[in-house]
């Protein structure tokens, strides 16, 4: 059973963000990668529902992994979560890791305003670093480099300055950014999964 119309997506993820963002309580949608087109649903009763190869793939509702959860904030959608337990920067991303996360991305300014709303009073590690090379920030989730976009929007005074050997990225409470920091400090930290690892696929491969 649809919910809403179908519109033109490009992923599976795109698909899932649009249908979490318009149709909040949504339990499912269906992706056609050839057509590229995107079919919100409601909700399943697995033992009668078929899809027809032709018709697309579908997706049962967005289902969050272990201490995480699918939250939505205007343009941005993500699966994410916030740990207490004060790490190292090191300490925090091997922890995410060591759960099948990474720190989180916060490559624009919708995602950064979903972390200020998930952060409260407290800053946070996410996942950029320029530790290996001084001046080139790269993203935990996937060894990008930071764009000069991204820089200008996100960060305070649109730079990673390595003041006194500051080479991790932190979410700061004060000014509501990011910013580089001395690795060592002990902070909580925000894990994230791609998108795509919090649905289900009910049909096709």
Known sequence: QHIGEITS????????VRTKQMYP???????????????????????TTTVKDAEGHLYVELKAPPNLSVISQNEATACIGIFQELLTYNEAAQRCQDMG????????????????????DKSLWVGCDDAVKEGRVVWKEDGSTVSTDTLATVF????????VNQDCCVYRNDSHKLSDYDCSVLLPYVCEVTLYNCVLNVSGP
């Not at 720190?103 to 950064?112: D, E, F, G, R, Y």
């Open 156 to 163: 305070i005074d649109s730079e990673v300055n390595n003041f």
């Open 101 to 120: 996360y990474f720190l989180a991305s916060v490559k624009n300014s919708p995602k950064l305003n979903l972390i200020v709303q998930l952060a409260g």
């Open 9 to 16: 997506c490009t992923s599976v993820s795109a698909c899932a």
């Open 25 to 47: 309580h949504s339990k499912s949608f269906m992706f056609n990668a050839f057509l590229n087109t995107c079919l919100p649903g409601g909700r399943l009763d697995r033992a």
